[in-house]
Antibody
């Protein structure tokens, strides 16, 4: 059974940093691209960051709203994806989801339950 | 950036009735469109990809159609568990973008 478990969320002040982790199980992690999405309270879904599998170069894409502040990475030996969030803003407050890419095309077949990040002074 | 627009924002339907949800893209996304269902307090669940292919385990009452800029999600006979918010997502271009969602509520 595919499982994605996020951790690392919490309350942080503007300008500070947080690192989210996503532990994956039930599939060969290194064979899949991974992504982070977020959902602000009462709002819709927003794609945040994407990292390809090593076989596809491991390249990365970011949403404009987080580019230069957030860093996605992966450790295939541990089956963990990370999202380093620096220079946090109040508008980064959201539930953050770790998500598995389906494969050839970028729709997403497995989602974690999410971790809440609250940025407030 | 491709803007995805969903309509209506809210759809009131009685159990057993048919629901039709719409999603429009600001430019062609070919058939690179997915639909997700999200219930309160839960993560989204993939329903449809490739505009019309049901994901694993999705009941046949869910169907998708369309290509280019106009897409439709139809739920043929609403069950109690189908009342939720539905999102479309295009994956033809970066950045990946979602529609604002359609809430299907009990009439």
């Amino acid at each position: 059974e595919v499982q994605l478990v996020e951790s690392g969320g919490g309350l942080e002040k503007p300008g500070r940093s947080l690192r989210l982790s996503c532990e994956a199980s039930g599939f060969t992690f290194g064979d899949y691209a991974m992504s982070w999405f977020r959902q602000a309270p009462g709002k819709g879904l927003e794609w945040v960051a994407f990292i390809r599998k090593k076989a596809d170069g491991g390249t990365i894409d970011y949403a404009a709203s987080v580019k230069g502040r957030f860093t996605i990475s992966r450790d295939d030996s541990k089956s963990i994806a990370y999202l380093q969030m620096d220079s946090l803003k109040t508008e980064d407050t959201a539930v953050y989801y770790c998500v598995r890419d389906s494969g050839t095309y970028h729709y997403f077949d497995y989602w974690g339950q999410g971790t809440l990040v609250t940025v407030s002074s | 950036e491709i803007v995805m627009t969903q309509s209506p924002a809210t759809l009131s339907v009685s159990p057993g009735e048919r629901a039709t949800l719409f999603c429009r893209a600001s430019q062609s996304v070919r058939s690179n469109l997915a639909w997700y269902q999200q219930k309160p307090g839960q993560a989204p669940r993939l329903l449809i990809y490739g505009a019309s292919t049901r994901a694993t385990g999705i009941p046949a009452r869910f169907s998708g159609s369309g290509s280019g800029t106009e897409f439709t999600l139809t739920i043929s006979s609403l069950q109690s568990e189908d009342f939720a918010v539905y999102y479309c997502q295009q994956y033809n271009n970066w950045p990946l973008t979602f529609g604002g969602g359609t809430k299907v509520e009990i009439k």
